[in-house]
């Protein structure tokens, strides 16, 4: 992803509710039956800059933090932001990594919708479950697939109106990654690849728009 320096700005302006989704998908996970342990092993998978290590910090500076991207500009973002924090960082896509049962918990924020659902979205998440110890749970959000709704077409409109309030005026190039090339799916075939993955059913815990959240633990 190019122009990581304009991304924290753009990504508020283009997606409501973006500010405080690092802090809510860092309080559900911080809660969880195993990332509640002192010192539990987080993973922050497609880390971008560094927004969800930021709030994984404030809130939880005893967690042992590792991050992935394969993008090196968006880890160096990171990188610099984090300062000399002791996380783990990876320049690595979640299927490559090798960290079987590893993790007590894993936050996957605006990630699974740039993978097509050709296999490339349940390898991500079966690589994901594998990451995890069994019980581990993922907080995950992403861009869904629209409503059949008769509504639908205000629901756009409103997002366009959303964008302008917010100042938006990116060059179309800095918001390509975040609008073009996704691949958003619906909750029932959510649900399915995260059950063929290893995941128990995903409970929605944000929506704005068509961006929604979701907790999921992996089966025992
Ligand atoms: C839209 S950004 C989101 C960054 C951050 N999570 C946030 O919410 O601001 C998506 C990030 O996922 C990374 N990414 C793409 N495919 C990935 C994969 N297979 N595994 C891990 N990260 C991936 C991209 O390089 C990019 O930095």
């Known amino acids: 992803m190019s122009a990581s320096l304009g991304y924290d700005l753009i990504v508020q302006q283009l997606i409501p509710g973006y500010a405080s989704l ?27 800059t560094g927004a969800e290590l930021v709030e994984a910090r404030a809130q939880r500076p005893d967690w042992q933090l590792t991050a992935i991207d394969p993008s090196a500009e968006m880890l160096a973002a990171a990188q610099q932001r984090m300062g000399g924090d002791s996380i783990r960082w990876h320049q690595s896509t979640v299927e490559a990594l090798q960290a079987d049962g590893r993790f007590a918990g894993a936050l996957s924020v605006l990630v699974l919708q740039s993978l097509a659902d050709d296999g490339s979205k349940l390898a991500f998440l079966t690589a994901l479950a594998r990451s995890l110890e069994p019980g581990g749970q993922l907080v995950l959000v992403d861009l869904m697939a629209p409503e059949r709704s008769p509504l639908q077409h205000q629901v756009e409109a409103a997002w366009l109106a959303f964008q302008q309030a917010s100042g938006l005026n990116a060059d179309p190039q800095a918001l390509e990654p ?43």
């Open 22 to 48: 690092a802090r809510l998908a860092v309080a559900l996970l911080s809660v969880s039956p195993l990332a509640s342990r002192p010192g539990a092993a987080v993973l922050v998978a497609g880390c971008g």
């Open 178 to 220: 975040l609008t073009q090339g996704l691949h958003p799916i619906g909750e029932a075939r959510l649900t399915a690849l995260v059950n063929a993955a290893g995941f128990t059913d995903p409970a929605r815990i944000f929506q704005a728009l068509g961006y929604e959240g979701f907790l999921l633990q992996r089966r025992p």
